[in-house]
């Protein structure tokens, strides 16, 4: 049994070029806006926000979007959907970047934003219970009024949400000390393609009974079933943070001194980003209120940070590691944080890295990963290839080195204008995907497939793993109805 492919498009749909969905039978309309009652329809203003993907990349069309208050609303709409054979998309903060949340071929749309419920947090078992809804920032407030840390950290933290989070296994800045939303999950509650509400709500550390289900969802991006509620897992919160920038000459060298950090923090470093100079320069440029943390330039920077639930130790710690790179030569400057303040200005230099981005134009993004070894080879295979393919082209580069993850993005050359570098992005893409492929590395790393990666995923993943994931597909949503047209053609 193989999945609907998306240009099979299920009643609900449609898949043509129409700039409106076409409508939903009118019972069928009647019977789902029956289910969440006025507040649940989301019409205007609030729905042109949310058929719109933030950089204007991808525009969607709906019949009818819904916003459920509980697990119980979104299994009866699901039902009804899956009985008339209409297509879902499940939206969260709308902060995806690969497509995944946008309903492009006139799918319903649910939001799960009215689902903002902290359901527990429980200290002693380091567990949070919460509804699909809530932001990330509102789960890191939960955690922190408990005393206790949800570590996940990303840029879009304030407006994503769990649903979305977990759907897309999203990554960010604490990876390297906690992992990936993967690792931090302990149960899911959710709506399958039928309607049906499975409770996987454990809070077991340890549960060998079987396949590990959630694990499915999670990175599900929305094609597998509806997440309701989560149970992740809390962490001791840091008495104590320690961050530091430095300018360094090569991607080689910030590799050299992340093991030394990792070596002198025992374990106890919980970021280490890697942002080249031309990164840096731009968001300065682009972005208001960023300024210039070293006094020289330098092509590479590091911003890192250690944490510990002591007091007092991390500062001689990070003292006595940047004065053995400076004797080794691997740091040319750098610049410790004295306060809270400039630790949160070296951190939002990070965060606007993709604002920055957005008056650039045209652009091709790359969001891919390499053995940590061999991020420098990838670095190298890439800049000469995309020079080869498109001469001139400009690279900004950063991302989450601790976790070999780099942003890797080609801006047009000056003097080129956006039709002469549209003509050539493809040749770009297939430069950037040889040097992945060099290293044996992946060209989704965190944000997912979704519609920008679909393509490529179909004729570049493994075809055993291909087949093993369709299988799962026709398995757990065989009418085809969830997020159709994502991840999977
Ligand atoms: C400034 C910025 C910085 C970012 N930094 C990072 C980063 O460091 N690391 C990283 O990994 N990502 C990053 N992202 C990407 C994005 O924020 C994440 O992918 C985030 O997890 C998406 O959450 P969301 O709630 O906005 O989901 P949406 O964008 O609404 O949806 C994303 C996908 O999940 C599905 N989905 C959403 N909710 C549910 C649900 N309840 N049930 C089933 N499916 C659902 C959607 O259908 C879609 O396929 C960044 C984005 C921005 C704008």
Redesign the pocket.
């Known amino acids: 049994m193989s999945a609907r492919p998306a240009s099979d498009a299920l009643p609900g749909t449609d898949a043509g070029t129409a700039s409106s969905a076409a409508a939903l039978p009118a019972g069928t309309d009647a019977a789902l806006r029956d289910v969440v009652g006025p507040k649940g329809v989301i019409e205007g203003g609030d729905l042109a926000q949310r058929l719109e993907e933030?950089r204007g990349k991808w525009r969607g069309r709906t019949p009818l979007a819904l916003a459920p208050a509980s697990t119980a609303e979104v299994a009866r709409i699901v039902r009804i959907c899956a009985d008339a054979r209409i297509a879902i998309?499940?939206?969260?903060?709308?902060?995806?970047?690969v497509g995944?949340?946008t309903p492009t071929n006139g799918e319903v749309l649910i939001l799960?934003h009215r689902m903002n419920r902290i359901r527990s947090v429980d200290p002693l078992d380091a567990t949070m219970t919460l509804d699909?809804g809530v932001t990330l920032a509102a789960a890191q407030d939960a955690a922190a009024s408990a005393d206790r840390l949800f570590p996940l950290s990303?840029?879009?933290e304030g407006?994503?949400?769990i649903?979305?989070?977990?759907?897309?296994?999203?990554?960010?800045?604490n990876v390297i000390r906690y992992g990936?939303t993967r690792d931090l999950v302990l149960g899911l509650e959710?709506v399958t393609a039928a309607g049906e509400i499975w409770n996987g709500l454990k809070r077991l550390r340890k549960d060998n009974t079987g396949y590990d289900l959630k694990q499915l969802?999670i990175g599900?991006?929305?094609t597998l079933?509806?997440?309701?509620a989560a149970t992740v897992k809390l962490f001791p919160r840091p008495k104590e943070k320690a961050t530091a920038l430095v300018g360094l000459a090569s991607p080689a060298a910030a590799l050299e001194l992340l093991a030394l950090a990792q070596d002198a923090s025992g374990g106890q470093t919980t970021s280490f980003e890697l942002i080249s100079g031309a990164a840096y320069d731009l968001c300065v440029r682009n972005v208001p209120g960023v300024r210039h943390a070293l006094a020289g330039r330098h092509a590479w920077h590091v911003l890192f940070e250690f944490s510990s639930g002591q007091i007092g130790v991390l500062r001689p710690m990070l003292e006595a590691l940047l004065a053995d790179a400076y004797a080794r030569g691997l740091v040319a400057d750098g610049v410790i944080a004295e306060s809270e303040a400039q630790a949160h200005d070296l951190w939002r230099m990070r965060?606007a890295l993709?604002?920055a981005m957005k008056p650039e134009g045209l652009q091709a993004k790359h969001d891919v990963s390499a053995p940590l070894s061999d991020v420098p080879r990838f670095l190298e295979l890439a800049d000469a290839g995309v020079e080869r393919a498109c001469p001139g082209a400009r690279v900004i580069a950063f991302g989450?080195l601790g976790d070999g993850n780099i942003h890797y993005d080609v801006l047009r050359p000056a003097g080129v204008d956006d039709a002469a570098f549209r003509a050539r992005l493809r040749d770009v893409e297939a430069a950037v995907y040889a040097a992945v492929d060099a290293v044996d590395g992946s060209i989704s790393a965190?944000?997912?497939v979704?519609l920008a990666r679909r393509d490529d995923l179909a004729t570049r993943k493994d075809p055993a793993a291909l087949a093993m994931m369709r299988s799962v597909k026709a398995a757990l949503d065989p009418h085809g109805i969830m997020?159709p047209g994502?991840m999977l053609r």
């Open positions: 933030w998309t499940p939206q969260g903060g709308n902060t995806g970047l995944g949340q799960l699909a990303i840029g879009s407006t994503c949400q649903g979305g989070i977990v759907s897309t296994n999203a990554g960010g800045v990936n959710a969802l599900g991006e929305g079933g509806i997440v309701t965060h993709s604002e989450h965190e944000h997912g979704g997020n994502k």
